[in-house]
């Protein structure tokens, strides 16, 4: 996907000593030890249940708290690209993601949990940020975003499959703590590669952190939080018989009309009231709440199946991850040809990823069996994985339409605070549900059978 024709292409903040050819391909492996930074691992969860006080929803309002924080970033990163040189960001990023991970090791409070992951999530995206800019012109000399995305969701969603089998494969050996630790010795060593390759440089113009609506980012991102908590415990709580979802929900709501009123009359706030008017908005997010109810019941079926009944152990389960890392390559892969070079039309490209879904559902609703052998999840794996990144190259891509920089960048945080958090809680916590109340209905109807 990289464009090596442009010859003109320099990162000047890297010392001269290191060849040209070769800078572009070092902030590459930057990026990625910086993906693979986090303070919790979602593939840990059954590990860090079964020896500290957390439930699992804990860990996953965590896990989705530190994506939030992810998300609010992109409003912001350009400020600040502006603001702080690359050699500095690097150490502010990499010292508050080492921090971020030993309070994770050690804390059992669930508060503190969360709000680390949170801000953890922020200077994840910023040091990302940081990398992919930096080598933008080298991928697209043309700055052509779908060229640009496709390697994004490449390197995002890849690092996330490689993940899950770094830290299973720690965690069976050893204890899943290790992920932490092996996370802080790569953060250590690529601040030691950054403080002998980079110098003190900045190609941006000197701008200060002045007129960033700070109150407004947290606000946004308390709401968000908010609606997580209700969608995350719902289920937990027994959703609204439960005095603790609805506190979630009146404050969410109160911080949330509060929010959007205060949007009104400052000056720059954090998101215009005007960037929910554009269409692609509402219609990128109604497309992905979609794909992620869709695809949730094949999540919870294929987590039933694989542990419950044909009694996968973690190797096994994470073995699969290689087949939905083959999934990622070849729809970014794909995207880029036909998306990104040959310029199929949105559309196309939506049919093409919702079609990938319904294969993965009928495979799954209609060909399990408990005798299936391993080798037949192969293929409706690969499928989602593919669909997935098809999806979400074509919706980010889209929001090129907006009006840059101000709108563009909102719609971004707007959108990957459901893709990356969100989305993903409402599908499993509304699927979650329904099947829950029919286990409870089939039960109900059994009982007298039974008893006769």
Not at 100 to 125: D, E, I, K
Not at 194 to 222: A, E, F, Q
Not at 238 to 249: V, Y
Not at 404 to 422: D, R
Request: hydrophobic letters at 55%.
């Amino acid at each position: 996907m990289t464009q090596h024709a442009n010859s003109s292409f320099c990162i000047p903040a890297i010392r001269s000593f290191i060849p040209e050819r070769l800078k572009p391909w070092i902030v590459i492996a930057f990026v990625l030890v910086i993906q693979f930074s986090g303070g919790i691992y979602l593939s840990s969860v059954s590990e860090m249940v079964g020896t500290t006080a957390l439930m699992q929803e804990d860990i996953l309002m965590a896990g989705y708290a530190s994506l939030i924080g992810m998300a609010l970033n992109f409003v912001v990163m350009f400020r600040l690209k502006c603001a702080v040189p690359p050699k500095t960001t690097f150490f502010i990023c990499g010292i508050v993601i080492i921090a971020a991970n030993l309070v994770c090791m050690y804390t059992r409070s669930v508060p503190l949990l969360v709000t680390v992951c949170f801000v953890a999530g922020f200077f994840r995206m910023w040091a990302t940020f940081e990398c992919n800019s930096t080598i933008q012109l080298w991928l697209t000399p043309v700055r052509d975003m779908s060229v640009f995305f496709s390697y994004v969701y490449l390197v995002v969603n890849g690092v996330i499959q490689l993940s899950g089998v770094m830290n299973v494969y720690l965690f069976t050996w050893a204890e899943w703590q290790y992920m932490q630790w092996a996370i802080i010795v790569l953060i250590l060593l690529l601040l030691l590669a950054v403080s002998l390759v980079y110098r003190n440089y900045s190609t941006m113009p000197k701008i200060p952190l002045l007129g960033i609506d700070w109150l407004g980012m947290l606000m946004w991102g308390g709401s968000a939080l908010c609606l997580l908590f209700i969608f995350v415990y719902g289920e937990h709580y027994d959703w609204f018989e439960s005095e603790h979802i609805w506190r979630a929900a009146i404050a969410g709501s109160v911080l949330l009309a509060l929010t959007i009123w205060r949007s009104t009359f400052i000056r720059h706030p954090f998101i215009f009231v005007s960037t929910f008017r554009y269409p692609i908005i509402g219609l990128s997010v109604s497309i992905l709440l979609i794909a992620d109810i869709l695809l949730a019941p094949g999540h919870i079926f294929e987590h039933i199946l694989m542990e419950n009944i044909l009694r996968y152990d973690a190797i096994n389960l994470v073995s699969l991850n290689w087949i939905a890392l083959l999934g990622v390559v070849a729809g970014a892969c794909f995207t880029w040809q036909t998306f990104a070079v040959r310029k199929w039309t949105y559309q196309t490209m939506l049919f093409i990823a919702f079609s990938c879904y319904t294969l993965y559902l009928a495979y799954f609703y209609f060909l399990i069996d408990y005798n299936l052998p391993k080798e037949m999840l192969m293929f409706p794996i690969f499928l989602r994985s593919a669909g997935y990144v098809v999806m979400a190259i074509s919706l980010l891509t889209s929001l090129t339409r907006l009006p840059f920089p101000f709108h563009f960048f909102q719609g971004i945080t707007i959108q990957n605070m459901f893709s990356a958090a969100l989305g993903a809680a409402i599908g499993n916590a509304i699927v979650g549900h329904v099947l829950n109340v029919v286990m409870k209905k089939t039960v109900c109807c059994l009982k007298p059978t039974l008893t006769i």
